[in-house]
């Protein structure tokens, strides 16, 4: 019964939101369609202004993963992940995860895939995933593209929040799964 309701309101929710946006906005008297098209302006233009940021970005993940510096980086926080109780599996999703969302995304898959989405990686992988961000994009091309370039404490907090959010997602699959 209740999945049911769940999967109607989620059949409904977006052809609602479609309708009922633009029609409450033209009873406040907003010319919809003009607003629309402004803001699609504005997007495509900072669409433009964050590809060199993205570029960038996406070059020196290129390199990282590339030049091997993943691996040794990987090998060096094993030690310390394997006491918190973290598969060794995970760690090169734990480090990407920060860097791109669709890097960590295919090593998610490909951790699925290998062991599983019912196994503890899985679990992990799915909830890392689901738990994290992508602390280095948001810095690059979100403050990149308004003109932001002192984000130190940004990066600091954003990094934090990630090994945060790695903590509890793997006390949290232990404690449910585990």
Do not use: H
Not at 37 to 51: E, L, R
Not at 92 to 120: Q, V
């Amino acid at each position: 019964m209740l999945i049911d309701i769940i999967n109607t309101i989620s059949i409904w929710a977006i052809p609602f939101l479609l309708f009922f946006i633009p029609l409450i906005g033209y009873l406040k008297g907003v010319k919809v369609y003009e607003a629309f098209v402004s803001g699609a302006g504005d997007g495509f233009s900072t669409a433009i202004k964050i590809i060199p940021f993205l570029v960038g970005m996406l070059v020196a993940l290129g390199v990282f993963r590339a030049s091997g510096a993943m691996d040794m980086f990987a090998a060096a926080l094993n030690p310390v992940l394997t006491l918190l109780r973290v598969p060794a599996e995970v760690i090169p999703l734990a480090i990407m995860r920060p860097l791109s969302g669709g890097g960590s995304l295919g090593i998610a898959s490909e951790l699925i895939g290998t062991y599983g989405p019912d196994s503890f990686i899985g679990r992990l992988a799915s909830t890392m995933q689901g738990s994290t961000d992508t602390t280095f994009y948001v810095l690059t091309v979100y403050f990149g593209s308004v003109g932001i370039i002192r984000y130190r404490y940004a990066l600091t907090v954003g990094l934090t929040t990630d090994i945060a959010g790695l903590i509890a997602c793997v006390y949290i699959v232990n404690l449910v799964f585990g």
